[in-house]
């Protein structure tokens, strides 16, 4: 349960840290596109059971594969792209550090 609370929280946090740190000038607008990148997690919605607290997301779903990460990579070569693609890469390595806690429960 602890576990799930502070991988939430720090899907908030870390992205504000960048945001503030690498965006200073609009921070607040950075932020919350990085945030939008949680929009991924609606491929948990192709999963049976929806949600589970033991399951690494990493691999497993869609938008969580090796091939989208590979994607989200070459976005951040677009300039366009570059925040949400910052955010996604931010979501992929907090979905993993979660599955590395995981396995040490």
């Known amino acids: 349960m602890i576990r799930s609370v502070i991988h939430i929280i ?4 870390v992205p504000a840290v960048v945001a503030r740190f690498s965006f200073r000038e609009q921070w607040w607008k950075a932020w919350l596109i990085m945030i939008s990148a949680m929009i991924i997690d609606f491929d948990h ?3 049976d059971p929806i949600y589970d607290p033991n399951r690494c997301s990493i691999g497993f779903h ?3 594969s ?4 590979c994607a989200y990579f070459v976005m951040m070569a677009v300039p366009k792209t570059r925040i949400i693609a910052i955010g996604l ?8 550090t979660d599955c590395i806690w995981m396995r040490w429960e």
């Open 10 to 13: 720090l899907h908030f946090l």
């Open 45 to 47: 919605l192709l999963a």
């Open 62 to 64: 869609p938008l969580h």
């Open 66 to 69: 090796y091939i989208a990460v």
């Open 89 to 96: 890469l931010i979501h992929i390595g907090l979905d993993l």
